[in-house]
């Protein structure tokens, strides 16, 4: 199929049907470029997150399924073996008592993946989900290496004290910072959580990569609360990046109706929330006092009201777009577009909508090691973008 130009206002089915066919190629306009989309693979349940292996091929994970392997040349996908067993939406089930499972539905399913530093010396690659019964379920990390199509030696290496009787804010991104495991967790619909340090929900924890405890952790001295907490007063961090040049641990969470959020993450910091907070109750009254500042709480770097429902996280490194070097991307989830951001001593200057209204809900964000960037969206799409012709 030739290639076609859509500009803003352009009619949203259109794009949609035209883009659900692999190999379809849509060129779209922004600030500092035109640049085309292609389709690499089509029918995903929910693509939250990739990473890319050494050996030229990618590890996807869809929210609702699973880790499939994509060749990035062909689009095939092949579901990994040996992983955790996805219960789809159930409590229980019949399924294979040698795998963990991983509870569906609404928030719940798999979260996140990632490749340890000396991923080309272990072979370690980390999977984020949640697991347990639907009336209490949590966050937990295992790890695993890797045999051709199928996940071996899996070790379980953390379970967040997060439980819940519901399937909502579970976190779950994962970072590698210094050697160290960073991992986000959200409130669990239980919003006082997040100021109370006798839990993990509403946090962002660390961890050395085998799940232990680093001794220097602000809070292990405290009495009482848990050891692995590195900030909190979170609601549902979505999105965990580490800046490539100046090496902070950048972070986006929900809010409610309105206030998400961008931060930078600082060593024990309180992040506000339920205290404080840009956003209101889906009923419409305020959070709290309605107060958006107080002494000792971080203020966000930036704020999207009305809300994005922030996701997918990076910082763009590669060559393909020059212009958009440094930038932040960010899935937007209910804003249905990539969101750019230009960032300059630690104020945002630049906000871009790519693709605005013009593409479903954006969960996936990554960029390939030569330079393309790759989204994928909740209606099943994995998307490659690169500079038009």
Same mark, same amino acid.
């Given at each position: 199929?030739?290639?076609?130009?859509?500009?803003?206002?352009?009619?949203?089915?259109?794009?949609?049907?035209?883009?659900?066919?692999?190999?379809?190629?849509?060129?779209?306009?922004?600030?500092?470029?035109?640049?085309?989309?292609?389709?690499?693979?089509?029918?995903?349940?929910?693509?939250?997150?990739?990473?890319?292996?050494?050996?030229?091929?990618?590890?996807?994970?869809?929210?609702?399924?699973?880790?499939?392997?994509?060749?990035?040349?062909?689009?095939?996908?092949?579901?990994?073996?040996?992983? !955790?067993?996805? %219960?789809? #939406?159930? *409590?229980? &089930?019949? =399924? $294979?008592?040698?795998? !963990?499972?991983? %509870?569906? #539905?609404? *928030?719940? &399913?798999? =979260? $996140?993946?990632a490749l340890h530093p000396d991923y080309a010396k272990n072979g370690w690659i980390y999977l984020s989900y949640s697991e347990g019964p639907r009336e209490r379920s949590t966050t937990v990390v295992?790890?695993?290496?890797?045999?051709?199509?199928?996940?071996?030696?899996?070790?379980?290496?953390?379970?967040?004290?997060?439980?819940?009787?519901?399937?909502?804010?579970?976190?779950?991104?994962?970072?590698?910072?210094?050697?160290?495991?960073?991992?986000?967790?959200?409130?669990?619909?239980?919003?006082?959580?997040?100021?109370?340090?006798t839990n993990d929900a509403g946090k962002i924890l660390r961890l050395h990569d085998d799940g232990t405890v680093p001794p220097d952790n602000p809070f292990v001295r405290t009495k009482d609360a848990?050891?692995?907490?590195?900030?909190?007063?979170?609601?549902?961090?979505?999105?965990?990046?580490?800046?490539?040049?100046?090496?902070?641990?950048?972070?986006?969470?929900?809010?409610?109706?309105?206030?998400?959020?961008?931060?930078?993450?600082?060593?024990?910091?309180?992040?506000?929330?339920?205290?404080?907070?840009?956003?209101?109750?889906?009923?419409?009254?305020?959070?709290?006092?309605?107060?958006?500042?107080?002494?000792?709480?971080?203020?966000?770097?930036?704020?999207?009201?009305?809300?994005?429902?922030?996701?997918?996280?990076?910082?763009?490194?590669?060559?393909?777009?020059?212009?958009?070097?440094?930038?932040?991307?960010?899935?937007?989830?209910?804003?249905?577009?990539?969101?750019?951001?230009?960032?300059?001593?630690?104020?945002?200057?630049?906000?871009?909508?790519?693709?605005?209204?013009?593409?479903?809900?954006?969960?996936?964000?990554?960029?390939?090691?030569?330079?393309?960037?790759?989204?994928?969206?909740?209606?099943?799409?994995?998307?490659?973008?690169?500079?038009?012709?």
């Amino acid at each position: 199929m030739g290639t076609q130009r859509l500009i803003a206002g352009t009619v949203v089915c259109a794009v949609s049907l035209l883009s659900r066919i692999a190999g379809a190629q849509h060129v779209f306009e922004s600030q500092r470029l035109r640049f085309q989309t292609e389709v690499v693979a089509t029918g995903l349940k929910q693509p939250s997150a990739m990473v890319f292996l050494p050996d030229g091929r990618a590890l996807v994970v869809e929210r609702q399924k699973g880790v499939d392997v994509l060749d990035l040349k062909s689009g095939a996908l092949t579901p990994m073996e040996g992983g !955790p067993e996805a %219960l789809i #939406g159930a *409590d229980t &089930g019949i =399924h $294979d008592a040698n795998r !963990p499972a991983t %509870l569906t #539905g609404e *928030d719940a &399913g798999f =979260h $996140d993946i990632a490749l340890h530093p000396d991923y080309a010396k272990n072979g370690w690659i980390y999977l984020s989900y949640s697991e347990g019964p639907r009336e209490r379920s949590t966050t937990v990390v295992d790890r695993y290496h890797l045999r051709e199509n199928k996940f071996v030696d899996r070790q379980r290496i953390f379970t967040a004290d997060a439980y819940s009787e519901d399937r909502f804010h579970y976190g779950g991104r994962m970072a590698f910072l210094n050697g160290y495991l960073f991992l986000t967790v959200g409130e669990r619909h239980h919003q006082d959580r997040a100021q109370e340090l006798t839990n993990d929900a509403g946090k962002i924890l660390r961890l050395h990569d085998d799940g232990t405890v680093p001794p220097d952790n602000p809070f292990v001295r405290t009495k009482d609360a848990r050891p692995e907490i590195w900030s909190y007063g979170h609601r549902n961090p979505q999105g965990l990046v580490v800046h490539p040049e100046t090496r902070e641990l950048w972070e986006n969470e929900h809010g409610p109706l309105g206030g998400d959020e961008l931060n930078i993450i600082h060593r024990g910091a309180n992040y506000g929330w339920p205290v404080i907070s840009y956003g209101w109750q889906y009923s419409g009254g305020p959070i709290g006092k309605g107060i958006t500042t107080q002494e000792g709480m971080e203020q966000p770097l930036w704020v999207w009201t009305p809300g994005i429902a922030p996701s997918g996280f990076m910082i763009y490194t590669g060559t393909k777009f020059p212009q958009w070097r440094g930038s932040f991307f960010i899935g937007a989830m209910s804003g249905h577009h990539l969101n750019r951001l230009v960032v300059q001593d630690g104020r945002v200057v630049v906000e871009e909508r790519l693709m605005n209204r013009q593409i479903g809900r954006v969960r996936l964000v990554a960029q390939s090691p030569d330079g393309f960037i790759y989204i994928g969206t909740d209606d099943g799409q994995l998307l490659r973008l690169r500079p038009a012709n």
